[in-house]
T-cell receptor, first 114, second 117 residues
Framework: DTEVTQTPKHLVMGMTNKKSLKCEQHMGHRAMYWYKQKAKKPPELMFVYSYEKLSINESVPSRFSPECPNSSLLNLHLHALQPEDSALYLC?????????????FGAGSRLTVL | AQTVTQSQPEMSVQEAETVTLSCTYDTSENNYYLFWYKQPPSRQMILVIRQEAYKQQNATENRFSVNFQKAAKSFSLKISDSQLGDTAMYFCAFMKQARGGADGLTFGKGTHLIIQP
């Protein structure tokens, strides 16, 4: 299995809702990432998990809460989001440690906040 | 902090032509990796090619090759015999060498490449 699977593909939520994005990989990768991508812009790094521990948080607002329950799963919990949070959310995974750790990306979850 | 600059927002070429996308970067790191990813309209980010900074030899993957100039901090992508399926947004990306953990990619703003029939 060489894929990163993201669910749901599309999500529409109100500003008071609580929802979650899910990401799964079975490549034995021990690093997982969340990126946010606005239309016609490059992806922006949000979080990095290394060996199931949060290693990088790029000053993301607390309304985004990441979780890594095990080495195959990565969640992004969403609460009290703003319309400007509408974007494509990309998950990626890679080997951890030194070396050219190539990121494998999922197809993304398109989030719309009303 | 690293920066990646792609100065061509959009390029358009005819099918079968050769096209070169430019990328420059700035870093104080000595050990790092450079990548080109493509993102077609389906939005899946796909690795095109990668280059280790310590390797002088330019990377090649079938029709895709790079011209890596470490001193000039330049990393251009050449696509030979371009095909309609090459139409996509192309991102140049930088990763510093992780020290036992993982580090993310820093992306350039992207070049929208259109292959015309």
């Amino acid at each position: 299995d060489t894929e990163v699977t993201q669910t749901p593909k599309h999500l529409v939520m109100g500003m008071t809702n609580k929802k979650s994005l899910k990401c799964e990989q079975h490549m034995g990768h021990r690093a997982m990432y969340w990126y946010k991508q606005k239309a016609k812009k490059p992806p922006e790094l949000m979080f990095v998990y290394s060996y199931e521990k949060l290693s990088i948080n790029e000053s993301v607002p607390s309304r985004f809460s990441p979780e890594c329950p095990n080495s195959s799963l990565l969640n992004l919990h969403l609460h009290a989001l703003q319309p400007e949070d509408s974007a494509l959310y990309l998950c990626a995974s890679s080997r951890a440690g030194t070396g050219a750790n190539v990121l494998t990306f999922g197809a993304g979850s398109r989030l719309t906040v009303l | 902090a690293q920066t990646v600059t792609q100065s061509q927002p959009e390029m358009s070429v005819q099918e079968a032509e050769t096209v070169t996308l430019s990328c420059t970067y700035d870093t104080s790191e000595n050990n790092y990796y450079l990548f080109w990813y493509k993102q077609p309209p389906s939005r899946q980010m796909i690795l095109v090619i990668r280059q280790e900074a310590y390797k002088q030899q330019n990377a090649t993957e079938n029709r895709f090759s790079v011209n890596f100039q470490k001193a000039a901090k330049s990393f251009s992508l050449k696509i030979s015999d371009s095909q309609l399926g090459d139409t996509a947004m192309y991102f140049c990306a930088f990763m510093k060498q992780a020290r036992g953990g993982a580090d993310g990619l820093t992306f350039g703003k992207g070049t929208h490449l259109i292959i015309q029939p």
